[in-house]
């Protein structure tokens, strides 16, 4: 009996062909998966040179400067430094900053896509913050338009860096007089030596003259020579524990010294008998994102930036 016998050459043609397909799709799998993954790579770098510059632009704004940034933090943030940044809109909260590079594709030539244009946007608010997390003590509006040198925002200047003496019962002023309500000197409730506050809410007095009794053994020296953000209150109400503050707004306070009580003292005299705190009022921007704005706020010369959802 005769056998048909298929020649060996076609056999290893037909091979050859399906290797060669094989071949291209595994080229096509490999530039899909290795230029996806640097693009990844450099997106993100692109996303942080966004948010950079978003929140840089933003911060400027809230110091009255509006500076744009967006170029040099785009650069800053590409590993290679090869990227772009600009302003979408105007120089107006909120901003958005988009940036953009190009990127060579390293497999992807093979299948015609030799490079791809990567982008990527950040938008950053700033205003004055309604409320959050501060110091529990507070001081008068008086208190702080004497201590400031009757400071106005509205015209545009930066509060001084002349130190001042407030004193915990000061009765100089003309009303909103001073920080004693009966029994109470300006300490608020709080947990651990923080008072959550919001602008046109009243705010329990924390009575007595030693300090708040949620600072009870707080070490104050960590506080001095930085920004801590303080209430200003512009009425009060009851006195004794029943007194109450009513908040206006946020204003940061730099401590140089302090008498709170005998064993809570620094760089003062005449303590524990002139309750007091010296230091200065500054033009501060928060940057944590944990303080509500509201664009009804009284600015105090706090600012506070996020970046918007």
């Known amino acids: 009996m005769r056998r048909l016998i298929r020649p060996a050459s ?7 062909v399906i290797v060669a397909i094989s071949m ?5 799998f490999a ?11 450099e997106h993100q770098q692109l996303q942080n040179g966004a948010d950079a510059g978003a929140l840089a632009i933003a911060q400027s704004c809230a110091l009255g400067d509006c500076v744009d940034s967006s170029d040099k933090y785009a650069k800053a943030n590409k590993l290679d430094g090869q990227a772009t940044g600009q302003v979408v809109g105007t120089l107006a909260s909120p901003v958005t900053v988009e940036t ?12 015609g896509v030799p490079t791809s244009t990567l982008t990527a946007r950040a938008t950053a608010e700033w205003g004055w913050p309604s409320g959050g997390a501060t110091l529990p003590l507070t001081f008068s509006w008086c208190a ?11 015209l545009g200047d930066k509060l001084p860096d002349t130190e001042t003496t407030i004193h915990l019962i000061e009765k100089t002023c003309t009303p909103p007089a001073h920080n004693e309500v009966a029994g109470g000197f300006g300490w608020l409730t709080g947990i651990n030596c923080s008072a959550t506050v919001y602008a046109d809410n009243w705010v329990l007095s924390d009575p007595g003259n030693d300090g708040s009794t949620s600072c009870k053994d707080f070490d104050w020296t960590a506080l001095l020579s930085k920004p801590v953000l303080v209430p200003i209150f512009e009425e009060t109400t009851g006195s004794g524990s029943n007194a109450m503050y009513k908040i206006k707004g946020l204003a940061a306070f730099e401590i140089s010294g302090y008498c709170f009580a005998q064993d809570a003292q620094w760089n003062v005299t005449k303590c524990p008998a002139d309750k007091q705190i ?10 944590s994102g944990d303080y509500t704005i509201d664009a009804n706020a009284t600015h105090f010369g706090v600012a ?6």
Do not use: C, P
Not at 11 to 16: N, P
Not at 103 to 110: M, S, V
């Open 10 to 16: 076609r056999q290893r043609g037909a091979t050859a």
């Open 24 to 28: 291209m799709a595994m080229l096509g």
């Open 31 to 41: 530039a899909v998966a290795i230029d996806l993954g640097g693009a990844y790579s």
């Open 100 to 111: 953009s590079s190009v990127r060579k594709n390293w497999f992807g030539a093979i299948i």
């Open 144 to 154: 702080f338009r004497e201590a400031t040198g009757g400071w106005d925002v509205a």
């Open 278 to 287: 010296k230091g200065h009022f500054t033009d501060y921007v928060d940057l």
């Open 304 to 309: 506070t930036v996020k970046l918007s959802a």
